[in-house]
């Protein structure tokens, strides 16, 4: 019989493996970040950072309105939300769960083509109305456009924070009369603080760095994405645009440096056993009410593309979006191209977070939030440095594919830290855990992946898998400077449409994009379905690991 291995022990090849593997990630980040991080090393690049932070000034102040604005409406829209579906019990609340996440599955310019739709020169609204300013381009409609498109993540970080909340405290305050108010004021708010604030400060940030939105609604309202992309693609100025990343990396370093390092844990199905009640007042009615207009809200991109992607501009009928959609060789190139470094993304980025899980599968507190803003926020910098490298005449013919590399690259980096911290809780929740499973099994922590540990993280992998895959096919901050490429996007193809006016072709190739992702996304939670019936029980079961 094999000698127990303490769980508290972690062997030191582990620790040695553990570290080269983040050194490796490490080296790549610090390759691809030096470009931005070197800008106060030169003279020039100083120059430039005192021309964004003083003679530029209104570049911040406007970038850093934006920003807080859309995490306070998204953070109170989140909070919102999470609270009725996690309180309440009424018809179709997981209709209304599913309206809300729609989001993730459009393209983040979706909102904005919205608007523009109905709210723009020519829009549908403003011309039924007969309101001809309507304040859809400059600060009212990029904020609106903010809120829209990050809304989603408030609502998921908050829901996490409310399934750690101590159910029976709450439950025992309302036994002893407490009124709603003073178990909201007294119980819920001071224990939901990390959630919230974490919500709030993943919405600044990722707002801050948001280059989509501003691109389509911008008008002349000043940010610093957009004041990036112009230095470096349009200008040629590089120390201009490396300024102007090493400001929105500030911005995402104090963000993610005041995050509470308390525990999100995710959603998990201890939320499907939590007691929820009816609606019985006024108050309840009232939540669940604005909680469906919200949610209307949120959908609205989702049906706006869809009707205005059949309809000509004199509001006949046409099917020559789409037809023009599949007729195109630069679409289907782009199609092409997305489609590839998505997927060279999801099996990088899963295969990382395996590999992380087999090497040093125990986890310590961590917040999904502060992951989220560490990994995802810092695109559009790296992006810049990947511009940087691409440039070098050392690429030649190839630079075609390096492009390709670089972008799954940017997208790998985005996505894998949220994927490991998303499976490490996961794996923390099984009943054992894995180190006590491993050490009453006799084998190491390791051995019991395949048979204990796949099956119970089989759950959360296809909805991993299906954001994973959507950012990585309809983002635009890793593929927007690199227009001069011959390597087309569907990210870039959107917002080239949406700029040019083309709003019905770009509002087909959102459809088009968001029925593609549910159809793969649908696929991978069929193939996934298996492995969820899987359970590992009996002495059969005990011997195989053991072997």
Known sequence: MRRIIPASRVPARHLARGGVLWGLADAVIAVLLWPVLSVPLTAEGRAALVGVVVNQHRLVTGTLTLALVTGLAGTIGGALLAGVHHRFRFRGRRLLQLMVLSQLLMPPVAPAIALLQLWGHNGLAARLLGWHSVPVYGFAGLAAAEVMTLLPLAHLVILGGLSNLDRALVEQARD???????????????????????????????????????????????????????????????????????????????????????????????????????????????????????????????????????????????????IELFTSDTTRLAVSDSLLVSAVTVVAATSIAL?????????????????????????????????????????????????????????????????????????????????????????????????????????????????????AVTSLAPVVLFNGADTPFLATRLITDVESGQLGRASALAVTSAALLGTLGGCAAVLAAPLRRVTVTGVGALDEVRA
């Open 176 to 322: 002893m009369g407490a009124s709603e108010t003073h178990v909201l004021t007294r119980i819920v708010l001071p224990r939901m603080r990390g959630a919230l604030a974490g919500a709030f400060l993943l919405l600044v940030a990722r707002a801050a760095v948001d280059i989509t939105n501003p691109l389509a609604l911008g008008g002349s309202y000043p940010v610093l994405s957009t004041r990036l992309r112009d230095a470096a693609v349009g200008e040629g100025d590089m120390p201009g645009a490396g300024a102007c990343g090493l400001v929105l990396l500030a911005i995402c370093a104090v963000a993610a440096l005041a995050v509470p390092g308390r525990d999100h844990l995710p959603v998990q199905e201890r939320l499907r056993h939590h007691r929820r009640v009816r609606p019985s007042g006024v108050g309840d009615w009232a939540l669940v009410t604005a909680a469906w207009v919200v949610a209307s809200v949120e959908v609205l991109p989702l049906v706006v593309c869809a009707v205005a992607s059949v309809l000509t501009t004199t509001a006949g009928l046409t099917g020559g979006h789409y």
């Open 355 to 471: 590999a992380v899980l087999v090497i040093s599968p125990r986890a310590g507190p961590a917040s999904i939030s502060r992951v989220l803003l560490a990994s995802t926020t810092p695109i559009l910098p790296l992006a810049l440095g990947a511009l940087h490298w691409w440039r070098r005449p050392l690429w030649g013919a190839a630079s075609g594919w390096v492009v390709l590399g670089l972008v799954a690259t940017i997208t790998t980096i985005g996505s894998a830290p949220m994927m490991i911290t998303l499976l490490r809780q996961r794996l923390a929740s099984m009943t054992p855990g894995a180190a006590e499973s491993a050490a009453g099994l006799a084998v190491r922590p390791r051995q019991i992946i395949g048979p204990l540990a796949v099956p119970h993280l089989s759950v959360v992998m296809p909805m991993m898998l299906i954001v994973t895959l959507a950012e």
